[in-house]
T-cell receptor, first 110, second 114 residues
Framework: DAKTTQPNSMESNEEEPVHLPCNHS???????IHWYRQLPSQGPEYVIH???SNVNNRMASLAIAEDRKSSTLILHRATLRDAAVYYC???????????FGAGTQVVVTP | GAVVSQHPSRVICKSGTSVKIECRSLDFQATTMFWYRQFPKKSLMLMATSNEGSKATYEQGVEKDKFLINHASLTLSTLTVTSAHPEDSSFYIC??????????FGSGTQLSVL
């Protein structure tokens, strides 16, 4: 299974953007890049996903490198509610195993 | 958005007893559900993939006789921890595959075995 590498933690001030990097150098052509986040004592929630093109939704933006070996999740204006562990996951086209890595703990300070 | 309901949210049981955890997709049909467990400060570990109407597929190292999974309908999957012991204490999370390439997660079940 293709794996992802993320920094252990990142800090941000409230109202400022957060850029969360993810490396996936062994990604295959059919792997979708998914991002989920998990607040304490809760199940993860979907954030965004993409295949090749950059994606935007109301929660975040996803910038995918041209060679697809890395991607960046962008939270445009961090709020205290965005403090969570963010997971970058590769999902193959046949909906195979969805394995979570260690994720990035985002800390938002007022 | 789609909702996955997981019940109970917390359970405390005595060693040797069995505990059943339910996972329901409330407003969509889920032919595939996934069960994870999570230890404190750790990431989610996939335990098994549950497919409606067929046997679950377990990850390596997960005892199928210890963790019984039943996915008898398109909206319900259950995980039964049989003869639970303190080392089975963990946060268990289910998820259901939606039709729009997203996974929807339950809120998790904290199991404590005394």
């Amino acid at each position: 299974d293709a794996k992802t590498t993320q920094p252990n933690s990142m800090e941000s001030n409230e109202e400022e953007p957060v850029h969360l990097p993810c490396n996936h150098s062994t990604i295959s052509g059919t792997d979708y890049i998914h991002w989920y986040r998990q607040l304490p004592s809760q199940g993860p929630e979907y954030v965004i996903h993409g295949l090749t093109s950059n994606v935007n939704n109301r929660m975040a933006s996803l910038a995918i490198a041209e060679d697809r070996k890395s991607s960046t999740l962008i939270l445009h204006r961090a709020t205290l509610r965005d403090a969570a562990v963010y997971y970058c996951i590769l999902r193959d086209d046949d909906w195979g195993k969805l394995q979570f890595g260690a994720g990035t703990q985002v800390v938002v300070t007022p | 958005g789609a909702v996955v309901s997981q019940h109970p949210s917390r359970v405390i049981c005595k060693s040797g007893t069995s505990v059943k955890i339910e996972c329901r997709s409330l407003d969509f049909q889920a032919t595939t559900m996934f069960w994870y467990r999570q230890f404190p400060k750790k990431s989610l570990m996939l335990m098994a993939t549950s497919n409606e109407g067929s046997k679950a597929t377990y990850e390596q190292g997960v005892e199928k006789d210890k963790f019984l999974i039943n996915h008898a309908s398109l909206t319900l999957s259950t995980l039964t921890v049989t003869s639970a012991h303190p080392e089975d204490s963990s946060f268990y999370i289910c998820s259901a595959r939606g039709t729009d390439e997203k996974l929807f997660f339950g809120s998790g079940t904290q199991l404590s075995v005394l």
